[in-house]
């Protein structure tokens, strides 16, 4: 299994998860075709079986759902698994041009620097609304910074020039780097702000 490597390019027997709490739930297991079609969805926490890579990829998919608002970048590459892998595929092409480091331990690293560690959740009380701060379980954490990272790029690409491979390399380039200028980090700062508020 050792010699298996992501789209036969990327090897991640090197790659270090650092945050504990996201390690269990990482899934950087060998891949060579980051697509399982489903098949771990009949288990409970599933998502914890299916790969980090794969994942990003069921991101790319559904695009324009931001929370109850359908945008009208719904449908572009809905189903459209292949064209997404090739998207992957020339992203972590990027990150390995820019970085000279392995593209999976950047991505990974993107991920555990712009995971929020607390958010906000109602609570009624006497017939009024409260915010209250709660952590954010770690199964949360990778789907909010999966799902910032590809919403970010998809809304800086819709109806202009840019490329998607591009503007997502540059976003999990920005998350590695810590930039608050990325949509996930601004999305992180923005959270543990309004739950410091609400504690």
């Not at 992203?91 to 999976?104: A, D, G, S, W, Y």
């Not at 959740?121 to 006497?126: A, D, K, M, R």
Request: glycine share 6%.
């Amino acid at each position: 299994m050792s010699n298996i490597k992501l789209f036969n390019k990327w090897d991640a027997s090197g790659v270090v998860v650092e945050d504990l709490g996201l390690k269990r739930y990482l899934n950087i297991s060998p891949i060579i075709v980051p697509r399982t079609g489903g098949r771990n969805t009949t288990t409970n926490f599933h998502r914890n079986k299916t790969t980090i890579y794969e994942r990003l990829v069921n991101k790319l998919q559904v695009p324009g759902h931001k929370g109850k608002k359908h945008k009208s970048t719904s449908g572009r590459n809905t189903g459209k698994a292949y064209k997404n892998q090739k998207v992957v595929e020339q992203v972590f092409k990027i990150l390995e041009e820019k970085t000279k480091q392995n593209p999976i331990q950047v991505f990974v690293k993107a991920i555990e620097n712009a995971a929020p560690r607390d958010e906000i959740t109602s609570i009624e009380y006497g017939g009024a609304r409260y915010p209250q701060a709660v952590e954010c379980s770690p199964q949360r954490r990778i789907d909010i910074v999966l799902r910032i990272m590809v919403q970010g790029s998809y809304q800086k690409v819709y109806g202009k020039k840019a490329k998607i491979v591009d503007v997502l390399a540059d976003e999990i380039l920005k998350a590695y780097n810590k930039d608050p200028t990325s949509a996930a980090m601004a999305k992180k700062i923005e959270l543990e702000r309004q739950a410091d508020a609400s504690r």
